[in-house]
């Protein structure tokens, strides 16, 4: 069982940046895929970053490129989301999600992933 607790979000304003925290527990230093997701009011939650723990190799969706970047601590126990030049629509729920792996490519629906955290709230004002 893999415990998952984000932390970071707060309210800032436009072109703003924040680094989000997920600290994982009870990976026993498996291999874990691991994905940041947001859901803004009233919008499908989307993929905004994956990592591949075991390899280091991340994604993140055209659309985010140069503003939204995953990485991870030397111990693999904690994932960040660092988000710049933020923008009012980057307004959301922001949740880390993790399912233990064997394969280097990570899911990018959140069907994929079998351990949720209970989310941040990220709020960009203009």
């Known amino acids: 069982q893999l415990q998952l607790a984000e932390s970071g979000g707060e309210s800032v304003q436009a072109g703003g940046s924040l680094r989000l925290s997920c600290a994982v527990s009870?990976?026993?230093?498996?291999?874990?895929?691991m994905a940041w997701f947001r859901q803004a009011p009233g919008q499908k939650r989307e993929v905004v970053a994956r990592?591949?723990?075991?390899?280091?190799?991340?994604e993140v969706p055209d659309s985010l490129k140069g503003r939204f970047a995953i990485s991870q601590d030397a111990n693999k126990n904690t994932i960040f989301l660092r988000m710049d030049d933020l923008k009012s629509d980057d307004t959301a729920v922001y949740t880390c999600?993790?399912?233990?792996?064997?394969?280097?490519?990570?899911?990018?629906?959140?069907?994929?992933?079998?351990?949720w955290g209970h989310g941040t709230l990220v709020i960009v004002s203009s």
């Open positions: 999600l993790a399912v233990r792996t064997r394969v280097q490519s990570c899911s990018e629906t959140e069907g994929g992933y079998m351990y």
């Open positions: 009870g990976s026993n230093d498996d291999r874990l895929c």
């Open positions: 990592i591949d723990t075991g390899s280091g190799f991340s």
